[in-house]
């Protein structure tokens, strides 16, 4: 048997390795929990803001007049491309609601906007299910589980909160976790259609938890 | 044998790390407790960290000797290009696992394994400007359609790869079988018989001789035409953005470049496979008998990971989403 525990073996460990999982897709995201005027979570802002070279490929061919600058329909019409075409991938968004991943609808908002050679994609993700984060724990994670893109928060202001946000509410950003090992490959493991319930726990991207302190709730 | 066995697992353990495959999955662990930083991880972290700023930092090279034009901003973006191919093919892809399937199958000479390397990431780059050069910047597609041709391109290297694994398996089977039956007969084989039959020779003279003649070049060479048929789809992104910017040239030498960091690193790799396969061929040297089956055994295992790589690749879902490319 040991031929075929070598046999084995390799082909266990070589056949991982063989998908392409590097990023040669760079994003910088930004954030916005918005609150209603109770003071519960809706939606989910996202900014995203690509590589120069993303940018370039993306916007390549869109300028449909020919008159060497994006105007706003033709970003536009990127913008409605993305928000129509992200749906299979989750918008690449993970939201766990009580611990539990949590369905959104479509986004709205949907824009792009180009500006010094980046393009930037910006939507906005409702809950399908409104949440009360005093009472229901919120966390979320933007990835890709191949990995063909990096997705990272901005350095400054990767996560603000807008409407009307209990004081007692706050948020803490875990970065890009580094202690767990194939972590830049783990999200390989995701199923993109049909995720585990623990896949905030298990990846290794950025995840930004909302707390709200209890019994201070105004 | 069971030494031999335990000792190529563990090296090629090693390969597989150093092929950036990741560990086995790991059950999350119970409660909160802070996991400790792995080394591998910790690295691996690093590598994507350093390879992220590079990438970005390629852009404004790209812009400075545009904006420039002196011998200062093209000396750095090639630079920056060459760790960039350093570093990204540090991860998996850019045919590491195939070349280094092929060399423990296949290879001896850990020179050959070292010139498969330069070839092959050469053969990528030249595709990736050939790509770009043809159909953006001669026949006016736009990125998103060389894109489309670059899959294409894809399918029909993991076809290849896929080939060659299967051509292997059923040579080294023939091997085997044709090498029991010359046993039988007391070596009364062909010589005429041109199909690999180097194998038998071990029996005379105990040595590992892979005479280097046209067969097993030609298999390199296939190896190396079904890797680099590929084009690495980050020198195609930065081939088309230089050519957007009006520098296109820069972008081929970037390119060049770039291909010379990933033959580096993907050399290492066939020296370590390489290595891996003789070590565990003059362990298993030492006992007789054995030697013939661990040849055919690393034949086959080469073979066959050719081939199920090959396919599972072909009947992966297409690996890029880019958002909105479709």
């Known amino acids: 048997m040991p031929r075929f525990a070598l046999l084995s073996a390799l082909a266990l460990l070589l056949l991982p390795s063989a998908a392409e999982a590097h990023p040669h897709v760079w994003i910088d995201m930004r954030s916005s929990v918005n609150f209603t005027d109770k ?19 993306a916007t390549d061919g869109i300028d449909k007049n020919n008159n060497k600058k994006f105007d706003a329909n033709e970003l536009q019409d990127l913008a409605n491309t993305y928000a129509k075409n992200l749906k299979d991938y989750r918008y690449f968004m993970y939201i766990e609601t009580g611990g539990k991943l949590a369905d959104t609808g479509a986004p709205t908002n949907a824009k792009a906007v180009f500006d010094k050679g980046q393009l930037t994609f910006v939507f906005r993700l409702p809950l399908a299910k409104p949440v009360n984060p005093a009472t229901t724990k919120i966390r979320y994670s933007s990835f890709d589980p191949t990995y063909y893109i990096d997705i990272a ?52 991207a950025a995840v930004v938890d909302i707390t709200c302190a209890v019994g201070k709730m105004p | 044998m069971t030494r031999t066995s335990a000792l190529a697992v563990l090296v090629v353990l090693l390969l597989a790390s150093a092929a950036g495959a990741q560990p086995l999955p790991m059950p999350p662990s119970p409660g909160d407790a802070p996991l400790e930083p792995s080394w591998w991880g910790s690295l691996l972290a690093y590598v994507q960290h350093v390879q992220g700023d590079l990438y970005r930092g390629l852009a404004k090279a790209v812009h400075a000797v545009k904006d420039e034009g002196s011998f200062r901003a093209a000396f750095w973006l090639l630079g920056l290009s060459f760790f960039y191919g350093v570093v990204h093919a540090a991860g998996p892809g850019h045919g590491k696992a195939v070349i280094a399937a092929y060399l423990v199958g296949n290879e001896r000479a850990v020179r050959r ?31 998103r359609e060389v894109a489309d041709v670059a899959t294409v391109l894809e399918m029909a290297s993991y076809a290849m790869i896929a080939g ?52 097993s070049w030609r298999k390199g060479f296939a190896v190396v035409a079904a890797v680099g048929m590929r084009p690495c789809m980050g020198a195609v992104l930065v081939l088309l953005f230089a050519l957007a910017q009006g520098v296109f040239f820069f972008g081929v030498l970037a390119t060049a470049a770039m291909s010379l960091g990933t033959a580096i690193t993907v050399a290492v790799l066939a020296v370590l496979a390489s290595g891996a396969r003789n070590i565990a061929l003059r362990l298993a040297g030492t006992m007789d008998g054995w030697l013939l089956w661990t040849y055919w055994g690393l034949s086959l295992t080469g073979g066959l990971i050719l081939l199920i790589m090959g396919l599972a690749l072909l009947a992966a879902p297409p690996i890029a989403p880019l958002p909105g490319a479709g």
């Open chain 2, 113 to 143: 394994g070292i010139i498969l390397s330069f070839l092959s990431a050469a053969t990528q780059g030249v595709t990736a400007i050939s790509a770009v050069g043809i159909l953006a910047a001669l026949l006016g597609f736009i990125s």
């Open chain 1, 39 to 57: 003071g519960v979570v809706d939606s989910i802002g996202v900014s995203w803001t690509f590589d120069e070279f993303y940018s370039q490929f």
């Open chain 2, 164 to 215: 060659i694994g299967g051509y292997l398996v059923v040579q080294t089977v023939r091997s085997i079988i044709a090498g029991r039956d010359t046993h039988a007969h007391h070596h009364a084989h062909d010589r005429t018989h041109d199909h690999d039959d180097h194998h038998h020779e071990h029996e005379h003279d105990r040595t590992l001789v892979a005479p280097e003649d046209d067969t």
């Open chain 1, 153 to 204: 928060p901005t350095e400054s202001n990767g996560v603000v909160f807008t409407g009307a946000a209990p004081k007692s509410c706050s948020f803490a950003l875990r970065k890009v976790d580094s202690t767990r090992a194939g972590a830049l490959n783990l999200a390989q493991s995701v199923k993109m259609t049909a995720p585990t319930t623990d896949v905030l726990n298990s990846t290794s």
